[in-house]
C-alpha cells in the first residue's frame, strides 16, 4: 500500500479553500456515514437513472466508508494546495466544483449505477497540477511490513493513475467510477494547459506547456546543428582557432569552455540552478560572448536574477536576446532585463530602449503596466 503525502513546490500562500474543502468532506461524512441507505440521505447521491441538477453538487461531498474518504482527501491536500496556490481562491473553488460536475457528467453519459465521493472533482485537480507541474517531485508512503518514503516525478505518478484506471475501467473491474475520474483527468488537465496558452496563468519554466515548447526548441536546434548551425559561435571564443573557412577547428576549441558547458548542461537537466549560474559566471570570465542553448540560457540568467547577481544576468538576458532574435517571449525577457538595467545598473537609456521595445508586444496587462511604471519612474 502507498499513497502521496507531500509534494516538493513550495507555496506562496496558505490554501485556506482546499482546507475548507477538506473539512466540509469530512463534517458531511461524519453526519451521513451510518445513514447512506436512507432515502432522504441517498436523494444526494448522483444517479444517472434520474437526472437532477443539484446531485452534480452532492455527490461530491459524500463518501461511502472511512477509507474512501481519506483517500480523496490525502490525494486532494497534496495536489490541491498547488493549484490553489496557481489559479487563486475564487479560481480554484469555481475550477473544483466545476470538475466534480463534470465528471460526474462523465459518469451519468456512459454509467447506470449511482455514484458519491469527490474522487472525480479529485481527478480533475490532479489533471490540472499535471499541466501546471509536471516535474515536481511527490514524496510517497509506502507501507509492506515495515513503513517508508520514496520520491517520485508527479508526471509519472499521475501518469501511471490515469492508465491505472483506464485498464481497470476497461477490464470492468470493481464497484470504482472509472469513468468519473477519466473525466475529471481530462477536465483538469485540459483546463490547466488552456489556461498556460492563453496565458492567464503566468507561465513557469517547467509547465507542461513550456516542456513542449523545449521539446520542440530541441528538435529544432538539432535540426539546424545537422546543418552546421553552431548558435554559440557568432563570435570566436577564448581558446577557439578558426579554420581558414571561419569555421573553429576540430579539437581547437579551450577544453575549460568544454568542460563548462557541459557542466552547465548538467545541472540545469538536474534542476541544480545554482551550480549552473555559477559556471556560467565562470564561462563568461573565459569567453565573454558565450551562449548556451535557447532554455539553458534563459534559466541561467533567470537564476542570476534571482540571487541578485545583476551584472551577470544583465549580460546573460542580453546575450539571450542577441543570439535568439525570434524567441516567442523574447517581450518578457526584454522586460526583465529593462526592469534590471533601470532599476538596478543605473543604465536608464538602456532600460527605456528595452521597455519600450517590450511594450509595443506585451499581451499581459500586469507585465505592460510594470513597463509603463518603470518608463515613468526613469522618465520615459
Known amino acids: 500500500m502507498f499513497f502521496p503525502i507531500r509534494s516538493d513546490r513550495r507555496l506562496h500562500s ?3 479553500v482546499n482546507v475548507t474543502l477538506i473539512v ?3 463534517v458531511v461524512f461524519a453526519f451521513t456515514h451510518n445513514r447512506l441507505q436512507e432515502q432522504g440521505v441517498a436523494a444526494y447521491f448522483l444517479d444517472p437513472g434520474l437526472p437532477r441538477l443539484f ?14 474518504l481519506a483517500g480523496n482527501m490525502v490525494f486532494l491536500y ?9 489559479l487563486g481562491k475564487a479560481g480554484y473553488l469555481a475550477f473544483y466544483l466545476a470538475g466534480g460536475i463534470l465528471a460526474g457528467l462523465g459518469h451519468a453519459l456512459v454509467e447506470t449505477v449511482p455514484v458519491l465521493g469527490a474522487s472525480g472533482a479529485v481527478a480533475a485537480v490532479t489533471g490540472a497540477y499535471l499541466a501546471l507541474f509536471p516535474l515536481s517531485n511527490v514524496t510517497m508512503l509506502y507501507w509492506f511490513f515495515i513503513p517508508g518514503t520514496f520520491e517520485v516525478s508527479g508526471v509519472v505518478l499521475i501518469l501511471f493513475q490515469i492508465a491505472t484506471n483506464f485498464v481497470l475501467w476497461g477490464a470492468g473491474e470493481g464497484s470504482v467510477a472509472y469513468a468519473a475520474h477519466l473525466a475529471g483527468y481530462i477536465f483538469g488537465f485540459f483546463v490547466g494547459m488552456t489556461l498556460l496558452w492563453v496565458r492567464v496563468l503566468p507561465r513557469e519554466p517547467y509547465d507542461m506547456l513550456a516542456l513542449w515548447e523545449q521539446k520542440r526548441r530541441r528538435e529544432q536546434f538539432r535540426n539546424l546543428t545537422r546543418q552546421g548551425y553552431r548558435p554559440w559561435e557568432h563570435e570566436p571564443e577564448a581558446g577557439v582557432v578558426l579554420a581558414a573557412d571561419g569555421t573553429p577547428s576540430a579539437g581547437s576549441a579551450d ?3 568544454i568542460e563548462l558547458r557541459a557542466r552547465i548542461a548538467a545541472d540545469v537537466t538536474a534542476h541544480r540552478l545554482d551550480a549552473a549560474a555559477a559556471a556560467y559566471e565562470e564561462l563568461l570570465a573565459i569567453a565573454p560572448n558565450a551562449v548556451l542553448a535557447q532554455q539553458q540560457q534563459i534559466d541561467v540568467a533567470n537564476q542570476l536574477m534571482a540571487v541578485g547577481k545583476f551584472h551577470s544576468a544583465a549580460q546573460a538576458y542580453e546575450l539571450f536576446l542577441t543570439s535568439y532574435r525570434a524567441d516567442p517571449h523574447r517581450d518578457q525577457v526584454e522586460l526583465i532585463l529593462g526592469v534590471l538595467c533601470a532599476r538596478y545598473l543605473d543604465r536608464k537609456d538602456r532600460g527605456k530602449e528595452l521597455l519600450a521595445a517590450a511594450l509595443l508586444r506585451l499581451q499581459d496587462p500586469q507585465q505592460r503596466q510594470l513597463a509603463q511604471s518603470v518608463l515613468g519612474e526613469i522618465g520615459g
Open 14 to 16: 496558505t490554501p485556506w
Open 24 to 26: 466540509i468532506n469530512v
Open 55 to 68: 446531485p452534480f453538487i452532492t455527490y461530491q461531498f459524500m463518501h461511502a466508508n472511512l477509507l474512501h
Open 78 to 86: 497534496v495536489f490541491g494546495n498547488s493549484v490553489e496556490d496557481r
Open 255 to 257: 577544453p575549460r569552455v
